[in-house]
């Protein structure tokens, strides 16, 4: 039987298995369909004002007994009156006996659940803060790189073999996670040939783990992937004005260049194999022929170019030279493979190496936007490279400032799981601008620390009625 709107909310009894249809923050419990368990649960729904209350008599099984009109205003009060001096400062615009924004009471279940993930927040982010520093100094060292290799020094190879090795130690890692990194787009073509340059590496490594190659094809995969754009640094620059300020880029009428240019300064180089160059030549290459600079297609682009260009197209996706047409990496990553299946054999992309990329970083990948089953809203902020599928979830939440938060690690809840994917243009500005980051940096890095996610069974020094 279907559900059936609530006329009495006096009504209702412990057993009763209800619905709440409302907005993502209009109640605290965790998800919008379950059975009411307590006289709390009832004391809760009974101040909730902003939403519609429906039940299942077929998955009901209420009890009199329990029935909200024998909780008394006194007993209501009773079960708030311990809340400890963290969840005071999580609900600071709140009232002392920890009202709900909409003046329903919080179960104090619920908030101990909440001061967990407020905990893990700060405890992720001290440790992202360390993740930055370092992927500041990876990102000097692809400047560094771009102009050795642009001054046709050898030392340009050995940096680059020195990032690729700490990236492909990294991945080895059990505890690996990939996060994203919140950066201001930078102004100098070295330090955005870095940014992508890094993102593309790290993401054509992951494919090819998928292939499962061996260590010296990853290197060369690598390499390719590093230095792919490489063509850019010899194509005459403009200086391009816009509102964040001056911005120094390759010509765009010689864009189509720089595959050919790329490939020519690196055969240049003693140590550099045929494939690095063919990689660098072809990774604008199409499958089905609509690529530059040669428009090959087909048999005649090998596995390695093919990862390369999925991985480019990719990030290109999600970092666009216009930040308003970048997509969000669920979005990018739907698109590609939506194209590819629905195209067939015609598909610009290889069917395998997208499904290797989706097997890689998961449906969700960091950056990702998404709305959690018990109606949170969140954005992905890291994945863990060995199980993609759970991925740590930034939370919004309307009662926290922007330098505060909360944080969800999916692999250490069976019960929190995504709901759905969401566009940017359905979410409303307020938590737009607290979810959304500037710029699309994935990173790899040791997955720490390991206490995060599992605040819930730490012995955290809890009052009574705040523990489970």
């Not at 102009?147 to 505890?175: C, E, H, W, Y």
């Amino acid at each position: 039987m279907s559900f059936i709107e609530v006329d009495d909310i006096q009504s209702l009894q412990i057993g009763t298995w209800v619905k709440l249809e409302g907005s993502w923050f209009s109640h605290p419990f965790p998800t919008n369909t379950f059975t009411i368990k307590s006289a709390e649960d009832l004391a809760t729904i009974q101040g909730l004002t902003n939403v519609t209350i429906l039940y299942d008599p077929d998955r009901s099984e209420p009890s009199s007994s329990d029935d909200l009109s024998s909780l008394s205003d006194d007993e209501v009060q009773d079960s708030t009156d311990s809340v400890d001096t963290d969840a005071q400062e999580i609900f600071s615009n709140e009232s002392e006996n920890t009202q709900h924004e909409d003046g329903a009471l919080i179960p104090e279940s619920a908030l101990s659940e909440l001061l967990d993930r407020r905990e893990d927040y700060h405890e992720f982010f001290d440790h992202l803060r360390k993740v930055e520093g370092a992927y500041q100094k990876t990102l000097s060292q692809g400047q560094e790189l771009f102009q050795q290799l642009s001054g046709k020094r050898p030392a340009g190879l050995k940096t680059g073999d020195a990032m690729i090795t700490n990236i492909m130690q990294a991945l080895n890692n059990p505890k690996t996670a990939m996060s994203l990194i919140d950066l201001v787009g930078s102004n100098g073509v070295a330090w955005g040939l870095s940014e992508h340059a890094i993102n593309v590496c790290t993401l054509s490594l992951l494919i090819g783990r998928q292939f499962s190659l061996e260590d010296e094809l990853l290197l060369e995969l690598g390499r390719g992937a590093l230095f792919h754009d490489v063509g850019y640094r010899a194509l005459p620059m403009k200086v391009k004005f816009q509102a964040g300020g001056m911005k120094v880029e390759a010509d765009p009428e010689l864009r189509l260049l720089h595959p050919e240019m790329g490939a020519q300064l690196m055969a240049s180089f003693l140590s550099a194999g045929p494939l690095l160059v063919e990689i660098i030549a072809q990774h604008h290459e199409r499958l089905d022929g609509s690529g530059f600079p040669k428009g090959l297609g087909g048999e005649a682009l090998s596995l390695l170019p093919r990862i390369v260009m999925v991985a480019d197209h990719y990030d290109e996706l999600c970092n666009a030279p216009n930040p308003e047409t970048s997509l969000n990496p669920h979005a990018a990553l739907s698109r590609l493979f939506r194209h590819v299946v629905m195209k067939g054999e015609s598909a610009k992309f290889c069917e395998r190496v997208v499904q290797a990329l989706v097997q890689a970083i998961g449906v969700y990948p960091p950056g990702s936007l998404v709305e959690l089953n018990d109606g949170f809203m969140g954005i992905v902020s890291s994945i863990n490279v060995h199980q993609p599928t759970k991925p740590i979830v930034l939370l919004y939440a309307p009662w926290l400032c922007r330098n505060d938060g909360l944080l969800v690690n999916l692999a250490h809840d069976e019960k929190l799981e995504i709901k759905q994917a969401v566009h940017a243009k359905d979410i409303p500005e307020q938590v737009l601008a607290y979810l959304s980051p500037r710029r699309m940096a994935m990173f790899v890095h040791a997955a720490e620390p390991i206490t995060m996610g599992f605040n819930s069974r730490r012995s955290r020094a809890l009052k009574p009625a705040l523990k489970h």
